[in-house]
T-cell receptor, first 111, second 111 residues
């Protein structure tokens, strides 16, 4: 099956700093989503971005499908940004809508 | 996006008992729902795809007789962990929708 790798696994930032999270995938995809899992376990859908660039406030994401990677940018980080960020994909060759998750990036933003 | 609820949010049960977890879509009719399991400090792993009015599709390695899934209506899917054991202790999360929206999760602890 498709492999999804995220980097870095852990990231510690000072409040106000910027960061870039990366997601590499091993096969063509027809869906890619970024999620934020808060400390209580709730997964928040950040971006649905199989290709191109999207922005939402301090967050933006870019997926280069031909090169099989996606980037999540967090600018002016806040303590509330802390949590785990997951990238998840639906393989073009796989069953429709079945997401395969990466291992996540644990982000800690210090005050 | 879709609003998804899960009940209960957490449950503690004794080894050998069965536990039912409900996943409800509050504003969206879903013919397909997904069940994931997440162990501490790990990523989400798809357990099964729940199909309204038909049998669920289980991922390799997931025991269908142990994890019973019923998708009786377009707004409700249930996961029953039968004869639970301590190794079944985990965070169980459901999702639905094309841009998958996740429930808040159910934390199961088996003693």
């Amino acid at each position: 099956g498709i492999q999804v790798e995220q980097s870095p696994p852990d990231l510690i930032l000072q409040e106000g700093a910027n960061s870039t999270l990366r997601c590499n995938f091993s096969d063509s995809v027809n869906n890619l989503q970024w999620f934020h899992q808060n400390p209580w376990g709730q997964l928040i859908n950040l971006f649905y971005i199989p290709s191109g660039t999207k922005q939402n406030g301090r967050l933006s994401a870019t997926t280069v499908a031909t090169e099989r990677y996606s980037l999540l940018y967090i600018s002016s980080s806040q303590t509330t940004d802390s949590g785990v960020y997951f990238c998840a994909v639906v393989a073009l060759s796989g069953s429709a809508r079945q997401l395969t998750f990466g291992s996540g990036t644990q982000l800690t933003v210090l005050p | 996006g879709a609003v998804v609820s899960q009940h209960p949010s957490w449950v503690i049960c004794k080894s050998g008992t069965s536990v039912k977890i409900e996943c409800r879509s509050l504003d969206f009719q879903a013919t397909t729902m997904f069940w994931y399991r997440q162990f501490p400090k790990q990523s989400l792993m798809l357990m099964a795809t729940s199909n309204e009015g038909s049998k669920a599709t289980y991922e390799q390695g997931v025991e269908k007789d142990k994890f019973l899934i019923n998708h009786a209506s377009l707004t409700l899917s249930t996961l029953t962990v039968t004869s639970a054991h301590p190794e079944d202790s985990s965070f169980y999360i459901c999702s639905l929708g094309y841009e998958q929206y996740f429930g808040p999760g159910t934390r199961l602890t088996v003693t």
